[in-house]
Every structure is written in structure tokens, then in C-alpha cells.
């Protein structure tokens, strides 16, 4: 039997900071629809969500109704963990959701698939009088379903020991974002990742997990309607704003533009440079552009005459400050000065 294995999906997520959000939030459940043509297209007889399909509260009605529509389409069976970040929407999903959709609570419950038997429960972190209650058909490939963190209990407590003795063969986990396969004993323990990023500081491949549970395959399975691009510019001589424009767009002359493009300037540039400016002049040229601004000025006092104001400053800066601050104190100095935003 195939089974698909998906978590943190978060739809309903505000983004907020995110460019291009609206459309990103909907391309969450464009995500989700993928994943279900994915499952009834190779003959998946179950898809399992290991927690925080939705994410807090303030998921729309049509949202959820998408999500419904979607999960009813075919005849697959889901069986959803909610995870940490359950609440209410929860309950109007399900008033929404065919009876091929079931849900776990806060005790132990399985359900039999054919030769499969798929278990789990929500944790809150009063979890040991449930462990108490585990256990599984050995007679079955059994899958458990939970939310919770490997490494700690702070999502609630993940026993191990009762998984491995209890001949648990897959626990699909939820809750870190990152695809991660690790085998004790003879069970392994595994988060599917993301269904699709939510933004650049998520650089991580996403997707979900194709189980064959009568081969033992696990397969991590690639989707990806957008992703980041990493894109370092060396400053290096950089002595205008202009100049660090045409650089950067060299840089990005052949970087996918649908993607999150996440630049990073470096290097000593012989003057002030305005990061922000750059990014104003390339404003809608990309569904998502961020801007890191980490070079260094190397500071030509000639271009500074004692004369000025500026230049006062700057040689006051040098002579009583300490190496680790001037750069700062130079930058907000001189941006103050020339009546300029601080960056």
C-alpha cells in the first residue's frame, strides 16, 4: 500500500513581512492540491498530516472550504494530527470535511487500513498517562501520526521507547520544517518537511513523503511552486549607488525571477552605499527580492575634509570609538547628517 506522509502546511498563515502575500497564502493550498493529484495519480490509498495543517486561528471560510473540496475529490482516506497549532478552525473544518477525513484527539486511536494500521493522538505536554495507552496490531505495517519535537518535550512528550517496543514500523512526524529520516531500532522516525516555503529564511528543499508500506520504501518527493535563491554580490571598489546597481543586476541577470531572490551584498566599498535604494529601483521586478546589506566602507578621509562637518565627525569617531563600532556609528553618523533614513 502507498501512503503519503505531509505536515506544517500552515494554511491560513498572515505571512506577515512577506512579499507578494496574498498571493503566496494561496499558493499554500495550490501546494496542498498538488499533493492530492500526487496521491491518487500513483495509487495512494491514505495521506497523513502530522500536525499544523492550519495555522492559528483566523483561517478563511474559503480557505477551509478549498481545503474541503480538495480532500473530497478523490477517494483517498486523511487522517490529521492538528498539532500546536490547533484551535478552533479545526472544528469548522471538520463540520466541513467528508467522512473520508478523520481526526485524532488527546487519546490513542487507530484505524485499519487493509494490512495498515494508523495510530496517533494529540500531545499537550501531560502526555504519560497516554503513552500508557499505546498499542498496535503486530500483525500490521503500523504508521503512528504525531506532532512533536525528537530532541525535546516542549511540543509535548515523543516516547521513543514505547514506539520501538511496541513494533511501531513508521512514526510520521510533524513540526520541523526540514525533511529528516532517522531509524532506531526497527522503526523509523521521520518529518516530511513543508509542502511549499513560506519565505526566504526557508531554504530547505520541500515536499512530503511517499511510503510503500509493503517494499518498506521511503521516499522523500520534491514539490516546489517557488523557492530561494541565494545570491552573494562582492562590493568590492564600489564607490555609487549606481555602480551597486549595475552589479547587482548583473548578478541576477539569470536567476529565476518567480522565486525568493535573497542578495547579500559583501566586500569594502569606497563609499557609503544605500542598499535600499537598490531595492526600490528594482521593486516589482521579482515576486520577491530582500536586500542584505553587509559590506564594510573603507573609509578615505581625503574625500572628508577636516572642513566639514562630516569629516570632523568621522575622524572624532575613529580616534574615541572602538574598532568593533565605528563602521556603525560612522554609517547612522553620516546618514543623519546627509538628512537620510537610517538603515
Avoid at 121 to 150: F, P
Avoid at 196 to 202: A, L, P, S
Avoid at 298 to 315: H, I, Q, V, W
Amino acid at each position: 500500500m502507498k501512503i503519503i506522509h505531509c505536515a506544517d502546511i500552515h494554511i491560513g498563515s498572515p505571512l506577515t513581512g512577506v512579499a507578494n502575500s496574498a498571493a503566496r497564502r494561496h499558493e499554500l493550498l495550490k501546494a496542498f492540491e498538488q499533493m492530492t493529484n500526487y496521491a491518487y495519480n500513483v495509487g495512494a490509498e491514505a495521506v497523513v498530516i502530522a500536525g499544523d495543517l492550519l495555522d492559528k486561528e483566523g483561517v478563511t471560510s474559503n480557505e477551509l472550504s478549498s481545503l474541503a473540496t480538495a480532500m473530497a475529490r478523490y477517494p483517498v482516506n486523511y487522517f490529521v494530527v492538528a498539532g500546536n497549532h490547533g484551535g478552533g478552525d479545526y472544528g469548522r473544518l471538520r463540520s466541513l470535511t467528508t467522512p473520508n477525513v478523520r481526526y485524532f484527539d488527546g487519546r490513542w486511536r487507530s484505524y485499519t487500513l487493509g494490512n495498515v494500521c494508523i495510530s496517533g493522538m494529540e500531545l499537550d505536554g501531560n502526555d504519560a498517562e497516554k503513552w500508557k495507552e499505546v498499542a498496535t496490531d503486530k500483525s500490521k505495517y503500523n504508521i503512528v501520526v504525531l506532532h512533536a519535537d525528537i530532541d525535546s518535550d516542549d511540543y509535548g512528550e515523543l516516547n521513543t521507547d514505547v514506539l520501538v517496543s511496541q513494533q511501531v514500523n513508521y512514526v510520521a512526524l510533524g513540526h520541523r520544517h526540514t525533511f529528516m529520516h532517522k531509524r532506531i531500532g526497527k522503526t523509523d522516525f521521520v518529518y516530511s518537511g513543508v509542502l511549499e516555503i513560506r519565505g526566504f529564511d526557508e531554504r530547505q528543499d520541500s515536499g512530503f513523503v511517499l511510503i510503500d508500506t509493503d517494499s518498506g520504501k521511503i521516499q522523500f518527493v520534491k514539490q516546489a511552486l517557488r523557492s530561494v535563491s541565494d545570491v552573494t554580490v562582492d562590493c568590492n571598489g564600489v564607490s555609487d549607488d549606481l555602480q551597486l546597481r549595475r552589479k547587482v543586476e548583473n548578478a541576477l541577470k539569470d536567476v529565476d525571477k518567480e522565486n525568493y531572490i535573497n542578495v547579500t551584498l559583501t566586500g569594502y566599498t569606497e563609499e557609503r552605499v544605500h542598499a535600499n535604494r537598490i531595492r526600490q529601483d528594482l521593486k516589482g521586478r521579482f515576486f520577491a527580492l530582500r536586500i542584505k546589506d553587509e559590506t564594510h566602507i573603507r573609509l578615505d578621509m581625503s574625500k572628508l575634509p577636516e572642513s566639514t562637518l562630516a569629516g570632523r565627525f568621522c575622524r572624532l569617531v575613529m580616534q574615541e570609538l572602538s574598532p568593533e563600532v565605528r563602521e556603525d556609528v560612522v554609517r547612522m553618523g553620516l546618514s543623519a547628517l546627509y538628512g537620510e533614513e537610517l538603515q
